[in-house]
């Protein structure tokens, strides 16, 4: 598909770990939790080659969608959005569900003052631990659920757990990469959780991914099919220089604290 968001992602950076390439392709968005995946349009002010991007997120209230910041306010100079458009359950040329526009953005302002400190003067690294954020859109998503949902929720939760208790569980990261289609078709890959003492709130994870799956989500599965949304892939983790390649791939931590504050910017949704 050749529009300016599948450009703005065909060459971002490769996040894969190890040889093997463990994506795969998701062919049913009609089943859970597929259904509430959703691909991000997004359009920022100016005329520079980052105009457009595409990011990845998930339907958490019946117009909720928890991506990451930065995929909303654009790193190198923390512009807000001209228009986000998402559409949940996209898959190659096909929006089933359809298109809607992003009409409010909840981002933690810890993550705002970072990328504003090196505004004008230098490109500063926001801090990770902030980087998710919460669109609204124009208008519920009817009739589908979402991740959470007290009754259609098909035993899915948005609840903090902690670090050290999921550090060893695999993990399921699903979104659209970049480099398969124009990041319109959806992929998933499983890995396993780490946390790094000097890295607080963040998780890292070892499954496959590749720069378009910004915002996608992070979630863990137990043996009584309970899912629980864990983190919200943010890039890359921790480069290997001997091996010249990342070891592994990095994502917010859904902590307590974290959930807490994106329950605050869905005022009366509820979730389990």
């Not at 499954?207 to 009584?224: E, I, K, L, M």
């Not at 949304?229 to 001997?242: A, E, F, N, R």
Request: proline fraction near 6%; charge should be positive.
């Amino acid at each position: 598909m050749s529009t300016p968001f599948a450009a703005a992602v065909a060459a971002t950076e490769q996040e894969r770990i190890g040889s093997d390439d463990s994506r795969q392709r998701i062919s049913d968005m009609s089943a859970v939790p597929w259904r509430w995946l959703c691909s991000l349009d997004v359009t920022w002010p100016g005329s520079a080659a980052d105009r457009f991007g595409r990011g990845s997120g998930m339907l958490i209230g019946p117009r909720h969608v928890l991506t990451a910041a930065h995929c909303i306010y654009r790193k190198r100079d923390a512009a807000r959005p001209v228009s986000v458009y998402v559409a949940p359950a996209r898959s190659g040329r096909s929006d089933p569900i359809g298109r809607f526009k992003g009409v409010a953005y909840s981002v933690s302002s810890c993550y705002l003052e970072a990328l504003v400190v090196g505004k004008g003067v230098r490109k500063t690294r926001p801090n990770s631990r902030y980087d998710f954020a919460v669109v609204t859109l124009e208008r519920d998503v009817t009739g589908h659920g979402y991740w959470g949902h007290p009754h259609e929720g098909r035993a899915t939760h948005l609840r903090g757990l902690d670090g050290a208790f999921l550090t060893g569980k695999p993990v399921t990261v699903a979104g659209y990469p970049g480099d398969r289609d124009g990041g319109t078709v959806p992929f998933a890959s499983t890995g396993t959780i780490t946390v790094d003492p000097h890295q607080p709130g963040i998780l890292l994870h070892t499954a496959d991914t590749h720069g378009g799956q910004s915002g996608s989500p992070v979630w863990v599965r137990f043996r009584n099919g309970a899912r629980y949304l864990v983190g919200i892939h943010t890039g890359p983790g921790t480069l290997d220089v001997t091996a010249g390649a990342y070891a592994n791939n990095r994502s917010v931590h859904l902590s307590s604290e974290v959930v807490a504050l994106v329950r605050s910017w869905m005022p009366g949704v509820r979730t389990v």
